[in-house]
């Protein structure tokens, strides 16, 4: 018996892979089965950072890339264990379809894209196990957190050049934004629907065996949050215990959302100095925190309208020396032309925070612009087309692409000192981008 089992599984295995169709293989009795599935997405892309400082070295014009934008594969299933209740798991891994998988080496990325995870090493995208039942799911693992999913399906332009995460979510301009994350070591709870309203909730241990959250926590190969790979220099943005939670309200056309997430302890040390000895102790160790409510709208004209607002804090010793503090908003437009063609258009803005941390009150304000065209073959494929556009004030440096596109930008280029990769971030540059790609989920 258990011979023809997996004999059966190997046929369904076969026939999905001709097929080119979810695969669902037969598990032991009581499980429902196991599902295989996956989404490829690659492009084709042209980018400048706009750099035109005396001080910058290296080729700092147009460049071509071809960048894998968040694939992934995974299996997830469930097993049922009485009373109306079931064990539900999922397994996913990003896969670097046009790259070479593993770590970010110190000397070809910037110092707060640094990390020592492999992302195509097993389970280092969403991965759980859970029990879900009517009173919903209480689930432990890894996820993307409520505050990231509540307005995910906003960003018409998710994992591209002209994602919303260059500006939303994302405190300081780097290519992380810390409140659109990933968190590891978590326990949350998803709600059922109660008519159109639901609500979900995490809690992420902080695991950190340093009082002010600069070592990795245990278990982790990077620091929580980005910002560096460990060791005692987790300076850039890491934090003990994350809390978030959103409300959703869905009816219809209509689609809105309030979610709020906190980062405990958040260590940024090592903005402080930088030859200004003024600023010594100005930004330090404290929480940080983020809300924002969004609303979206399908109009009878097949018109797609969403709204975000959002409100980033930290609690700086000196608020002169905050650059962590703003207010953000992203307004997004898809117009249907055809059954099988999208036109959209998003722009992000970035408020002006309290000051730099290295000299103060500074216009950092900046503006991004996306405009998109998108083909459907079907429900599982279609080919895209992005320009977008990140216009940085004076001391801003904003990037293109942050959380998701898989050739980064980023703010910081070689500079005048020999030898030394990222060791300058030039404000107040313009970048631009314009990327082609297909897509494709099973």
Same mark, same amino acid.
């Given at each position: 018996?258990?011979?023809?089992?997996?004999?059966?599984?190997?046929?369904?295995?076969?026939?999905?892979?001709?097929?080119?169709?979810?695969?669902?293989?037969?598990?032991?009795?009581?499980?429902?089965?196991?599902?295989?599935?996956?989404?490829?997405?690659?492009?084709?892309?042209?980018?400048?950072?706009?750099?035109? #400082?005396?001080?910058? @070295?290296?080729?700092? +014009? &147009?460049?071509?890339?071809?960048?894998?934008?968040?694939?992934?594969?995974?299996?997830?299933?469930?097993?049922?264990?009485?009373?109306?209740?079931?064990?539900?798991?999922?397994?996913?891994?990003?896969?670097?379809?046009?790259?070479?998988?593993?770590?970010?080496?110190?000397?070809?990325?910037?110092?707060?894209?640094?990390?020592?995870?492999?992302?195509?090493?097993?389970?280092?995208?969403?991965?759980?196990?859970?029990?879900? +039942?009517?009173?919903?799911?209480?689930?432990?693992?890894?996820? #993307?957190?409520?505050?990231?999913?509540?307005?995910?399906?906003?960003?018409?332009?998710?994992?591209?050049?002209?994602?919303?995460?260059?500006?939303?979510?994302?405190?300081?301009?780097?290519?992380?934004?810390?409140?659109?994350?990933?968190?590891?070591?978590?326990? !949350?709870?998803?709600?059922?629907? &109660?008519?159109?309203?639901?609500?979900?909730?995490?809690?992420?241990?902080?695991?950190?065996?340093?009082?002010?959250?600069?070592?990795?926590?245990?278990?982790?190969?990077?620091?929580?949050?980005?910002?560096? @790979?460990?060791?005692?220099?987790?300076?850039?943005?890491? %934090?003990?215990?994350?809390?978030?939670?959103?409300?959703?309200?869905?009816?219809? $056309?209509?689609?809105?959302?309030?979610?709020?997430?906190?980062?405990?302890?958040? *260590?940024?040390?090592?903005?402080?100095?930088?030859? *200004?000895?003024?600023?010594?102790?100005?930004?330090?160790?404290?929480?940080?925190?983020?809300?924002?409510?969004?609303?979206?709208?399908?109009?009878?004209?097949?018109?797609?309208?969403?709204?975000?607002?959002?409100?980033?804090?930290?609690?700086?010793?000196? $608020?002169?020396?905050?650059?962590?503090?703003?207010?953000?908003? !992203?307004?997004?437009?898809?117009?249907?032309?055809?059954?099988?063609?999208? @036109?959209?258009?998003? &722009?992000?803005?970035? +408020?002006?925070?309290?000051?730099?941390?290295?000299?103060? $009150?500074?216009?950092?304000?900046?503006?991004?612009?996306?405009?998109?065209?998108?083909?459907? %073959?079907?429900?599982?494929?279609?080919?895209?087309?992005?320009?977008?556009?990140?216009?940085?004030?004076?001391?801003?440096?904003?990037?293109? +692409?942050?959380?998701?596109?898989?050739?980064?930008?980023?703010?910081?280029?070689?500079?005048?000192?020999?030898?030394?990769?990222?060791?300058?971030?030039?404000?107040?540059?313009?970048?631009?981008?314009?990327?082609?790609? !297909?897509?494709?989920? %099973?």
């Amino acid at each position: 018996m258990e011979k023809r089992k997996i004999q059966r599984s190997l046929i369904a295995l076969g026939v999905s892979a001709a097929l080119s169709t979810p695969l669902q293989v037969a598990a032991a009795d009581g499980d429902t089965g196991i599902q295989f599935y996956g989404h490829l997405d690659l492009s084709v892309d042209y980018i400048t950072k706009g750099i035109t #400082d005396p001080a910058a @070295v290296g080729k700092l +014009g &147009w460049q071509p890339d071809v960048s894998s934008n968040l694939s992934y594969v995974g299996f997830r299933g469930d097993h049922d264990v009485g009373g109306g209740n079931k064990l539900v798991f999922q397994v996913e891994t990003q896969i670097d379809v046009s790259a070479t998988p593993g770590p970010s080496p110190v000397n070809q990325a910037s110092p707060g894209n640094q990390d020592n995870k492999v992302q195509g090493a097993l389970a280092s995208r969403n991965s759980f196990l859970g029990m879900a +039942g009517s009173f919903g799911a209480l689930k432990l693992g890894k996820t #993307d957190a409520p505050y990231k999913l509540s307005t995910a399906r906003m960003d018409p332009f998710s994992a591209t050049v002209g994602d919303y995460n260059s500006i939303m979510g994302n405190s300081g301009g780097d290519n992380r934004a810390e409140f659109d994350t990933r968190l590891s070591h978590s326990v !949350w709870y998803e709600s059922p629907k &109660w008519g159109g309203l639901s609500f979900n909730a995490l809690v992420s241990p902080g695991q950190n065996r340093a009082g002010d959250n600069s070592l990795n926590a245990s278990g982790e190969p990077d620091c929580t949050g980005g910002g560096g @790979v460990g060791g005692d220099f987790c300076n850039d943005g890491s %934090f003990g215990n994350a809390f978030s939670v959103d409300g959703v309200y869905e009816n219809g $056309p209509l689609y809105a959302i309030v979610a709020y997430e906190l980062h405990k302890n958040t *260590n940024r040390t090592s903005d402080e100095g930088g030859g *200004n000895l003024a600023t010594a102790g100005s930004v330090g160790v404290a929480d940080e925190a983020a809300a924002k409510v969004g609303v979206q709208y399908m109009f009878p004209t097949n018109t797609i309208v969403s709204v975000i607002f959002e409100r980033l804090t930290r609690k700086a010793p000196d $608020p002169n020396f905050n650059e962590r503090q703003h207010n953000a908003s !992203w307004l997004a437009l898809t117009q249907k032309i055809t059954g099988q063609d999208d @036109v959209n258009l998003g &722009w992000a803005h970035a +408020g002006k925070t309290p000051g730099d941390p290295i000299v103060g $009150p500074i216009d950092n304000a900046a503006n991004m612009y996306s405009v998109g065209y998108k083909h459907h %073959f079907d429900k599982q494929s279609n080919w895209y087309a992005v320009y977008a556009r990140q216009a940085n004030h004076t001391g801003a440096h904003y990037d293109l +692409g942050a959380s998701g596109h898989g050739i980064t930008t980023d703010c910081k280029d070689a500079s005048a000192v020999p030898g030394v990769s990222g060791s300058a971030c030039f404000t107040g540059t313009t970048l631009q981008a314009v990327s082609v790609g !297909w897509m494709y989920s %099973f």
